[in-house]
């Protein structure tokens, strides 16, 4: 530990353990003042003080009172979730989705549009009204609306550009930039599958998980990778392009560039080139259910391709979770058996001892949840930086 000392610094420390106080109450809560002191280490009389402050900032209330052995019943603090509102937007190759967020990350307010042309200039405006239309939607709070965060199934770097998303046919967008100026608040953009990776991380099936794979599986496969619960980006932001490794040597030409691709082969793509009535995860799903052998063969070879990238993950990461997410949750049933069948025969026995493969719990709102997390994540960042306090 660095010793800190000087007035300056002592600034500095209490805005850290203001921060820690705030994240114990925000993951605990209800608590009391003597459980944050156990919890954190800090003593209670700088947890009373570091508490005073975040009743004053509107972020922590007291309430009723809770369980006590005898004496005096402990005051519970709340956090307050309401203090403000996040907007989360996912960008799909065909649709927006909008999520109107509580500071807990817990949805108020939805817009779903399904979008035809793929263009930014066909996109971006129905984007902008989307988001307009849900900060419209939130209630009022002390903190208002605090940023908005996007997922874009495409390679984003780190100021929020889209530098190539090629199933929208976006390429050096400045996506993150347009939103700011626009909604005059901070706006944070990342790929759909780290921001998927990151809703079931913190609100869905990875809760439990230090260490796990999240594989968007829609009309192409992005993938979120979790260590340590941190999203690993990679030198340049843009890990997790597993979609495009090559699992046919000689395969089909993918819009990337390269031969036989994976989500030419295990992504809703594959069923496009079918028709009607195959022609995606749902009807495709639909048929299966209804007894059409066909769409069930279909759905089985999926779950094949699925599989043996899958087996490559796990041989590769040794993750403690697989999360599948993204629409083929639609198609769990059809395309389980083959990928377990897949994973058991093509990895390391000892690398997927423990393994659990799971379908997300958010379902196709995973990324959305994740987008609306970063807005909430940067704003508490704000709060605890040097230009606060
Ligand atoms: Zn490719």
Same mark, same amino acid.
């Given at each position: 530990?660095?010793?800190?000392? =000087? ?7 209490? *805005? ?11 993951? %605990? ?9 156990? *919890? ?6 700088? /947890? ?16 009723? $009172?809770? +369980? ?87 390679? /984003?770097?780190?100021?929020? $550009? ?17 939103? &700011? ?13 780290? &921001? ?18 999240? /594989?968007? /599986?829609?009309?192409?496969?992005? $993938? ?43 992504? +809703? ?50 993750? +403690? ?18 990928? %377990? ?21 958010? =379902? ?26």
């Amino acid at each position: 530990m660095h010793r800190l000392s =000087g007035t300056g610094d002592s600034a500095l420390i209490r *805005r850290i353990n203001t921060a820690i106080v705030l994240e114990c109450i925000r993951n %605990e809560s209800p608590l009391s003042r003597a459980r944050i002191s156990e *919890r954190t280490g800090l003593n209670k009389a700088t /947890v009373s003080s570091l508490v005073a402050s975040l009743i004053d900032a509107g972020l922590v209330s007291e309430i009723g $009172t809770g +369980e006590s052995s005898g004496g005096r019943k402990p005051v519970l603090l709340l956090f307050n979730a309401g203090a403000g509102h996040a907007i989360g937007i996912d960008v799909g190759v065909n649709y927006i989705r909008g999520l109107l967020a509580d500071l807990a990350g817990n949805p108020v307010a939805r817009r779903e549009i399904r979008i035809a042309r793929r263009g930014p200039d066909e996109v971006l405006p129905l984007l902008y009204d989307a988001i307009g239309e849900l900060i419209a939607e939130a209630p009022p709070s002390r903190y208002g609306i605090v940023g908005i965060g996007v997922g874009v199934s495409g390679i /984003v770097d780190g100021s929020g $550009t889209v530098l190539f998303a090629p199933n929208l046919e976006w390429r050096n967008v400045p996506l993150g930039k347009l939103i &700011a100026e626009r909604f005059q608040l901070p706006c944070v953009v990342d790929n759909e599958a780290n &921001a998927g990776a990151a809703g079931e991380l913190a609100y869905g099936a990875g809760r439990g998980f230090q260490d796990q794979i999240y /594989v968007s /599986v829609g009309i192409g496969i992005g $993938t979120g990778i979790i260590i340590n619960r941190e999203l690993y980006r990679g030198k340049s932001g843009s890990s997790g392009e597993l979609g495009h490794m090559s699992v046919e040597a000689d395969g089909r030409r993918c819009s990337c560039g390269n031969l036989g691709c994976w989500e030419l082969y295990a992504s +809703e793509k594959s069923l496009l080139e079918h028709g009607e009535p195959y022609a995606s995860f749902e009807a495709a799903t639909a048929a299966a259910e209804g007894g059409d052998e066909q769409a069930a063969r279909l759905l089985g070879a999926i779950g094949r391709y699925l599989g043996i990238g899958i087996a490559n993950i796990v041989n590769i990461f040794n993750p +403690e979770a697989v999360i599948l997410g993204n629409r083929v949750c639609i198609a769990e049933r059809f395309v389980r058996g083959a990928i %377990e069948r897949e994973i058991a025969t093509r990895t390391q026995s000892y690398n997927r001892a423990g393994l659990r493969l799971l379908f997300a719990e958010l =379902g196709e709102h995973s990324a959305v949840r994740g987008a609306a997390g970063y807005a909430i994540s940067r704003f508490f960042d704000s709060l605890n930086g040097p230009s606060a306090g």
